[in-house]
């Protein structure tokens, strides 16, 4: 279905990202209409549905798909698969933010599902529509043949993001609902990885919740990796893997959640024989910032190293209207459910990279403690 107007967007999980990133853009494209509000809290969807003038509110993700005023949503809740799904049957257009899903086994029919539908569903990968980035990346294409390739993503601080903007949160929500939810992810992770890497679900869980950028960052600037050559978990949330690709270098990328930097630490760094580019990302949760391009290369045979600084914009902003374009038709969706589902895949083959370590133990206090075979 492709709208005459404007495109009616339903927002699901209405939290921290929705609040300081995509309902602002939904509400100032002149694409969009922001058409319902689906969120677990009440208090959420009335303090939400005052601030948009949005009358439609929904607790249960299934009575806005069926709401004829919603032509597409986001998922911007933490738990993806069986929403992604419900959206595909409802054949309504989707940003669903990263991961997919948690699980392959969820993911793996998605793409074929929603080309079948004839809905455009991409994925929340709003890096690939930074400026900066893409401006990198067209460096990094004409540097010839890399000698090395570097990735790395040490998150930092993520608990200034509420004094930093107004946030309503979901505190109406019980612990217990909260508790079953992360418990059903848990156990469906566990369950993917089998016995005998269980042991790595926090591991995984990093990968697709933030390294899941840097491997489409990659996919998007190489293709897929042909496989994975080596993998070490340093820590809990800390990877180091070496990607290997057909006929070229591989890939070093180190992944780590819990730094406390009060900066943001991700960096893309490609070398040749002549020359450098490294590409450093903003934080994202900041507006208006985007990725800075250090280029090292010799000019008339002197050494020279120029800074292109970010532009004044938001990839999410340019995400969602190259959204707009694809629902159209103007545009290809370049940030795929396939790419998705094979991101995925990677993070899975980065764990079966490592040696086992299995099914997490209960301890006799009840806290968790992951059992090395
Ligand atoms: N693209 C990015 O850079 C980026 C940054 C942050 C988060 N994210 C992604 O966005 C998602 C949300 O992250 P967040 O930090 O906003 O989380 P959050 O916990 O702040 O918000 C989640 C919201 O979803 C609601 N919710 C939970 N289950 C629901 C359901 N079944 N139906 C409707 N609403 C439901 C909760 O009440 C809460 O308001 C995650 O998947 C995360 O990976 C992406």
Redesign the pocket.
């Known amino acids: 279905m492709k709208p005459a107007g404007r495109i009616g967007v339903g927002v ?10 995509h309902l602002p853009c939904i509400a100032e494209l002149d694409d969009f209409s922001l058409a319902g509000l ?4 009440a208090g ?1 969807l009335a303090r939400l549905g005052e601030q948009y003038s949005v009358g439609a509110t929904y ?3 299934r009575e806005l798909l069926a709401d004829p005023a919603i032509d597409a949503i986001v ?6 698969g069986a ?1 992604v799904a419900d959206a595909i049957a409802a054949k309504k257009h989707f940003i669903v ?3 997919v899903a948690f699980t392959l086994e969820e993911a793996a029919s998605l793409p074929r599902r929603a080309t079948e539908a004839g809905i455009v569903g991409m994925v ?4 690939l529509f930074d400026p900066g980035f893409q401006y990198g990346r067209e460096r990094i294409r004409t540097l010839g043949a890399p000698t090395s390739i570097r990735v790395h993503d040490f998150s930092g601080r ?1 608990d200034r993001y509420k004094s930093l903007y107004t ?1 309503t ?2 505190a109406d ?1 019980p612990a217990a609902v ?1 508790a079953e ?1 992360k418990r059903q992810i848990d156990l469906r992770i566990a369950a993917s990885l089998g016995a005998k890497k269980a042991g790595y679900s926090d591991l995984y869980t990093t990968i ?2 933030l390294g899941s ?1 840097d491997l489409a960052v990659l996919r998007s600037i190489f293709g897929p990796p042909a496989r994975v050559a080596y993998a070490q978990a340093i820590g809990p949330t800390h990877v180091l893997a070496v990607l290997e690709y057909a006929g070229g270098v591989p890939a070093i990328l180190e992944i780590a959640f819990g730094t406390r930097y009060e900066w943001w630490d991700e960096v893309v760094e490609v070398r040749s024989l002549d020359a450098e580019v490294r590409i450093e990302f903003a934080n ?2 900041h507006r208006h910032h985007t990725a800075t391009v250090r280029v090292r290369e010799a000019i008339d045979e002197l050494p020279s190293e120029r800074m292109v600084p970010g532009t004044p914009d938001t990839s ?1 902003r340019r995400q969602w209207k190259h959204f707009a374009a694809a629902i159209r038709s103007e545009e290809v969706p370049v940030s795929t459910l396939y790419g998705g589902v094979s991101d995925i895949r990677l993070a899975r083959a980065i764990i079966d990279a490592l040696p086992p370590k299995a099914a997490i133990d209960v301890g006799s206090r009840g806290e968790a403690i992951a059992v090395s075979q």
Do not use: T
């Not at 689906?38 to 809290?41: A, R």
């Not at 998922?75 to 993806?80: E, F, K, P, R, V």
């Open positions: 699901v999980g209405c939290g921290e990202i929705a609040q300081l990133m689906c969120d677990l809290s959420v607790r249960d993700h998922i911007c809740n933490n738990d993806h929403i933010e990263k991961p929340g990968y709003m890096k993520f946030q949160l979901p929500v909260l939810g697709l919740m950028h994202p949760y999410f």
